[in-house]
């Protein structure tokens, strides 16, 4: 964590040379920001330093001396602040998308900096812009990359990165040439090159606007893949064409020979694979590095923040592909990073990397903005920015139909006519566009002024009126959404097994396609690169169906922790008896008849997040040895692989009917309480519940009951620490009493009877132990399960009252007697 | 090769049946061809000789679907023998990939069929369900392949979905119902909403097939 706030320190620092290329500027930004007097000051002691300078001051003003980080970490504050403000209004960021709202914000603050001033103060650099702004945001891409989705559409990702990059700046440029030769844009001091250098730096889609836009809009996968990954990947191109040009016309027109048009073809290949390149290889060395940081977990994120951003620099500077270095430094290394650091390594660059790229992208936004408000700036030339318009928007709508139409020749999933209409739509040019053409040399390309107010337009119209109307659009043309379904295990295996079946076919029927190329990949993979690149134990654990298994039960654990709380109890985090420790864990008692794989699931790094885990890790001793007892029990009274194959008795046959019968009412009662919940925001988290109750209904009794039996007699302690917490703050005695009533129970149960029960008739029916302790006694019970399992039907009473209060409270109070009276608060916990 | 050109009508005849071009099947042809040792039948040794499938953990269960009947669409259950080239193409056009032209109906046909080959893979005792055991078994050669894995894990993957697709299939299940094991419905409940677009094909090139297989 230290360490990952040194870069972001860092980085911030780094930032702040933008406006001190403006020194002037500190009083705008003040001014803006409400430091009047801050500013005044500022002045004023300067001018008492250079006056007095020997004199001892107890308390010296330096506004000089915090200037430039100070503006900056305003400028930070104030677009974050926006961004809270825009999201105070729920129905203002489902319209507008957050990229325009800052656009907008940025003319505004703008507006008010020049009124201050009139000097453009602040504008967005692109050294600020590529250097420190851009990595962030293309890293993030990177690392979160969905691999196989993208390797998947690789093919048609490059053609319409390459091919689709290509034929937009070359058809822009030569349109916009002809229509100044027919001499409708009047005289302008311009030559073929210039049009061709602006037209390669407005083709290419820009990956932040890409993914500010469409991250709002959900489309399906596929859709999102190939616009973003042509977005990322055409960076190469604009890249290549910009410095050919911008080379051309250095040397002018007519100097350019055909060696200078080969070298451009040859440089675009280095560029690229270049690039790549170098972005292999550095993921290869961040894997390597994150293999051994074991003892020094604190800085392990920080490692993949150097590190990627070391790529980025280190193609910068032989001048190859950035974009796509750490583009795929990110692609490659996600694997063997995610594996080898810690989980909360791994949450922490998974969080931090958002922070960043979201800020960066915060701040490009709403830096486009202020950048708009310059005067200076500003050339209208109608026919010319209109012109350039139309054309970006008509030949990527006609580059976009015709790569189509080529590629569903080759492609299984056929892109249809309403995906060609959104990857046309999706054309978004952005901040990209925006620092190459203020990077342009005045002296060079006389008509820079023209260049660069026609890219603002450009840009802010694309990001507002495409980013306003894409939403409405893809809703009318039911373009087919991404749905977030939770991950099914039968699911995962399935797709394992497809996979297996594909490549098989594709081995029986002899043709080498994705899913032989994939295959070979993973068993290389697997047999190389990952002995290499992963932890001994990572490389055990790091199957994707034992994550996904991992992570349902995780997710099962929670939502039933949460159930415990919502009614109510946190006492099972904090009662005395060290066993209720457990109660967290049990988890890991799921996946049981494996204490093997147990131990590979605690090891595994999952990605998920919790808050539990910290709680966890200081409990695995207790836990280890808790384990292995409970798991014995349970295993030898629970897990039978048939319930016909247990051998009943009468007395059981008895005990086992009065079980079910109160367990379905205890279910009826669960399910009433949950009507009565109400959880706008969680409905989904709701229904998981409702499907793990469900669960424990028809799987009680199944033949492989085991894990939910567990969640199913966790339930039920939740529902006992509950009581005991109530009665404890009525009674005012305290823990103490807590830790009496444990014990009280223990004694008790492990002795007779436990008459707490009720049944539907009404009778008082005694119950020795819970059917399936009471199969026999060659294994003695756990602690845990002494504890708790044979005191736990006392909830089915308590169960009652909480179905009735649903109803009335009254036949609630009747329910319960008199001395139940401080159970009254029920009702207002189902409401919770 | 000469003699299956002359055929051409038999070949027409195949792509009616199967939906492959003649191209492609002229292709398979040739692999067939190549598999069997020019023989007109293709049996089970013959799917060991191809070296790329050794390391598929579930390579037994694939080559027995080539010779299961129900996939052959010839029997409600058994396995064959040996298969000819009508038997191989059948299985191969499961894997076709959908085209832009189908209605709802067919697509929704195609759909069935193609889970219809995977249940009926996970279904070896032809019986019409998953029983635990069997999906147990899946699992255990599914993950097979990461040495690391023990079979207690895999186990108790298979528990795990297994009582997914329980909770899936039959929600409001009795307490002392006991789930017997997945019919073909369930399956297609537990797929539901789930794309198979890209699961379930393979593109049949026209091209060049690998040369030197044997």
Request: hydrophobic share 40%; proline share 4%; with cysteine.
């Amino acid at each position: 964590m230290g360490y990952q706030g040194h870069i972001l320190l860092w980085a911030q620092r780094e930032l702040e040379e933008a406006p001190g290329r403006h020194p002037e500027s500190s009083l705008g930004g003040c001014l803006l920001l409400g430091l009047l007097a801050l500013a005044a000051a500022s002045e004023h002691e300067g001018q008492g330093d250079a006056g007095e300078p020997h004199i001892f001051q107890i308390v010296t003003f330096k506004w000089h001396h915090v200037q430039d980080p100070y503006i900056i970490a305003l400028w930070i504050l104030v677009a974050s602040l926006a961004k809270i403000v825009f999201h105070l209004s729920h129905k203002v960021t489902t319209v507008i998308p957050e990229s325009a709202l800052l656009i907008f914000l940025g003319l505004f603050l703008g507006g008010i900096v020049w009124a201050a001033d009139h000097i453009a103060s602040f504008t967005l650099t692109p050294t600020v812009f590529f250097f420190y702004l851009l990595p962030p945001i293309v890293l993030d891409a990177g690392y979160f990359m969905p691999n196989r989705l993208f390797f998947g559409n690789l093919g048609t990702i490059l053609l319409y990165a390459v091919i689709g990059t290509i034929w937009n700046a070359a058809t822009t440029g030569l349109s916009l040439y002809g229509v100044y030769l027919s001499g409708a844009m009047g005289h302008l001091d311009i030559g073929l090159l210039d049009f061709l250098l602006f037209g390669s730096l407005i083709a290419a889609v820009d990956p932040v606007a890409v993914l500010a836009v469409f991250e709002e809009v959900h489309v399906n996968d596929v859709l999102f893949i190939i616009v973003f990954g042509e977005s990322l990947l055409n960076d190469a191109v604009t890249v290549v064409l910009y410095n050919v040009f911008d080379a051309f016309v250095a040397i002018g027109a007519d100097n350019v020979t055909c060696t200078d048009c080969l070298k451009g073809i040859v440089s675009f290949f280095v560029v690229s694979l270049g690039g790549t390149f170098i972005g292999i290889v550095f993921a290869f060395l961040l894997s390597l590095v994150t293999r051994f940081t074991k003892h020094v977990r604190i800085i392990e994120p920080g490692f993949v923040f150097v590190i990627s951003y070391l790529s980025y620099l280190t193609s910068e500077m032989l001048s190859l592909s950035a974009i796509l270095a750490i583009t795929f430094c990110g692609i490659c290394c996600q694997k063997y990073v995610k594996a080898n650091i810690s989980e909360q390594s791994s949450t922490t660059v998974r969080y931090t990397m958002k922070m960043l790229a979201s800020g960066a992208e915060t701040i490009i936004f709403m830096f486009l903005g202020i950048s708009a408000v310059n005067p200076q700036i500003w050339t209208w030339n109608t026919a010319f920015i209109l012109l350039t318009l139309v054309f970006i928007s008509v030949y990527r709508v006609i580059g976009v139909v015709l790569q189509t139409w080529v590629l569903n020749h080759y492609r299984m999933v056929q892109l249809g006519i309403i995906d060609q209409v959104v990857m046309s739509y999706g054309g978004l040019r952005g901040a990209v566009a925006f620092a190459l053409v203020a990077l342009l040399d005045k002296n060079k390309v006389k008509e820079k002024d023209l260049f660069v107010s026609t890219t603002i337009i450009v840009v802010f119209f694309t990001v507002i009126f495409q980013g306003l109307t894409i939403k409405p659009l893809v809703q009318w043309l039911k373009v087919k959404r991404s749905e977030h379904r939770e991950p099914k295990l039968n699911e995962k295996l399935h797709g394992r097994a497809f996979d297996h079946i594909l490549s098989a076919i594709e081995d029986i029927s002899g043709q080498i396609g994705h899913n032989y190329l994939r295959d070979k990949w993973i068993n290389f993979d697997r047999k190389v690169l990952s002995k290499v690149l992963m932890r001994r134990s990572a490389q055990k654990s790091r199957d994707q169906i034992l994550n996904v298994f991992h992570q349902l039960n995780l997710k099962d654990a929670i939502s039933y922790v949460a159930e415990g709380e919502r009614r109510g109890s946190l006492a099972f985090i904090r009662s005395p008896s060290s066993d209720n420790m457990v109660n967290v864990n049990f988890n890991t008692s799921r996946p049981m008849g494996m204490e093997a794989s147990v131990s590979y699931l605690r090891e595994n790094a999952s990605s998920v997040c919790l808050d539990m885990q910290a709680l966890e890790q200081r409990r695995k001793s207790i836990r280890d040895r808790e384990d292995m007892t409970t798991h014995h029990t349970l295993h030898q009274y629970l897990y039978k692989p048939s319930r016909h194959e247990i051998i009943q008795n009468e007395d059981e046959k008895q005990d086992k009917e009065i079980f079910q019968r109160t367990m379905r009412k205890r279910l009826e009662s669960f399910k009433s309480t949950k009507l009565g919940v109400k959880h706008p925001k969680k409905i989904n988290k709701t229904h998981k519940r409702d499907r793990g109750q469900k669960r424990v209904r028809g799987e009680c009794f199944m033949t492989l009951a085991h894990t939910d039996v567990i969640c199913f007699l966790l339930d039920m302690e939740f529902s006992e620490p509950e009581e005991n917490e109530y009665e404890h703050l009525h009674t005012g005695t305290g823990i103490d009493f807590l830790a009496n009533v444990t014990k009280q129970n223990f004694t008790e149960t492990s002795g007779i009877d436990n008459p707490a029960f009720s049944d539907d008739d009404g009778q008082s029916v005694y119950m020795r132990f819970p059917p399936w302790l009471s199969n026999e006694d060659t294994v003695v019970p756990s602690q845990r399960a002494r504890v708790q399992i044979p005191y736990s039907p006392s909830n089915f009473r308590r169960l009652t009252p909480l179905r009735l209060s649903n109803k009335s409270v009254d036949s609630f109070l009747l329910a319960d007697g008199p001395e139940e009276r401080p159970r009254s608060f029920l009702p207002e916990s189902t409401h919770m | 090769m000469g003699s299956f050109h002359s055929r051409s009508e038999e070949v027409q005849e195949l792509a009616d049946k199967t939906g492959f071009t003649s191209d492609q099947i002229e292709h398979l042809h040739r692999r067939f061809k190549q598999l069997s040792g020019d023989q007109p039948t293709i049996c089970r040794e013959n799917f060991d000789n191809i070296p790329d499938l050794e390391l598929n953990p579930i390579r037994s269960k694939i080559i027995r679907a080539f010779f299961d009947k129900r996939n052959l669409r010839q029997a409600p259950g058994g396995l064959a023998d040996e298969i000819n080239f009508e038997d191989f193409l059948t299985i191969m056009s499961y894997f076709r990939p959908i085209e832009m032209d189908m209605d709802e109906e067919q697509l929704d046909r195609f759909r069935k069929e193609k889970l219809k080959f995977l249940f009926h893979m996970y279904d070896s005792d032809h019986d019409g369900k998953i029983t635990l055991q069997e999906y147990r078994k899946v699992v255990e050669e599914l993950l097979s392949g990461n040495p690391h894995l023990e079979k207690e894990s895999a186990r108790s993957i298979a528990d795990g979905a297994m009582m997914e697709a329980a909770s899936i299939c039959v929600g409001q299940m009795e307490p002392d119902q006991v789930y017997e094991g997945i019919t073909f419905e369930d399956f297609l409940k537990i797929w539901q909403g789930i794309d198979i677009e890209t699961k379930m094909h393979v593109r049949f090139l026209n091209m060049e097939t690998i040369p030197h297989c044997h």
